[in-house]
């Protein structure tokens, strides 16, 4: 059984060591910095993203991972990156779906928006991550069975709760995906599978500078510094069940 660490209780970095991680995006900005930061806790890492050099450039360069190229916004290509993610990690503890899309670039306003552009958003960020969590829920309800812990993180911002303008296409999807994330969090409680939906907060990412290409960097948050917190909140939520040594269900973390 794997030891899951609590805040003052050893050293929190470990906390990941021997677990099973996949992470979608993974070859730039938020994506790349949890591959970086769960491999340096110890996990093993497969990362899912859509350009083959970029995939195996940074799979050569990080030992531990495991690369895989794929599309998350198509059909035809969720079972073979979920056959390939439990085939090369024997398993899945953690799913971090994180890859986006921002809908129109540069942004639009909603009446000026194309529905292709419409489509690719809600494809990428809401139908990916559940058609990608939905192949994979077998293999996460076997590790939380042998009470290793299971845990989907799918990424949100606060563009999921206010509306700004010009940010219709992403803000309806990542709408769509937090509440998504909410019911499947009280629907996967009695499998021991916890669902979490977070906002990183915004971030210097190839993303933020395709959305706001005038922003000032220098306020920005790095994207080490919200995988860290991330990584946190990941480690918390599976260490719930470990209250007397036990992965006993407690209540889903959202």
């Known amino acids: 059984m794997t030891t899951l660490l609590r805040k003052g209780e ?13 992470i979608t995006g993974g070859t730039s900005g938020l994506g790349f910095a949890l591959v970086q930061e769960l491999l340096g806790r110890g996990a093993q890492v497969a990362f899912v993203a859509r350009r083959r050099d970029e995939v195996v450039r940074i ?59 419409l489509e ?16 994979l829920l077998g293999a996460l309800a076997a590790s939380a069975r042998e009470r290793r812990g299971a845990v989907v993180l799918n990424i949100s911002s606060d563009a999921a709760i206010n509306p ?8 309806a999807s990542k709408a ?11 629907e996967l409680t009695a499998a021991g599978i916890r669902v979490l939906s977070l906002d990183p907060g915004d971030m ?36 719930f069940g470990d209250r007397t040594s036990d992965f006993t269900v407690q209540e889903t973390v959202r």
Not at 11 to 22: C, M, N, P
Not at 176 to 186: F, G, K, N, V
Not at 216 to 237: G, N, Q, T, W
């Open 204 to 239: 210097d990412t190839p993303l933020h500078a395709i959305a706001a290409p005038d922003a000032d960097r220098s306020v920005l948050k790095r994207p080490a510094m919200a995988a860290r917190e991330l990584a946190d909140a990941i480690s918390e939520s599976l260490s």
């Open 120 to 135: 690719r958003a809600l494809a990428t960020n809401v139908l990916g991550p559940f058609r990608l969590t939905k192949a």
């Open 10 to 22: 050893g050293d929190w970095a470990e906390g990941f060591r021997g677990l099973r991680a996949a």
């Open 164 to 171: 700004y303008p010009r940010w219709g296409a992403y803000g």
């Open 59 to 117: 799979a050569r360069q990080h030992e531990g991972s495991h690369g895989i190229v794929g599309d998350v916004s198509k059909k035809g290509d969720i079972h073979p990156i979920a056959m390939q993610i439990v085939g090369v990690l024997g398993g899945l503890d953690i799913l971090i779906n994180n890859a986006s899309d921002l809908g129109p670039a540069p942004l639009a306003l909603l009446a000026d928006t194309d529905c292709e552009d």
């Open 176 to 186: 769509a995906l937090h509440h998504l994330s909410r019911i499947w969090s009280d």
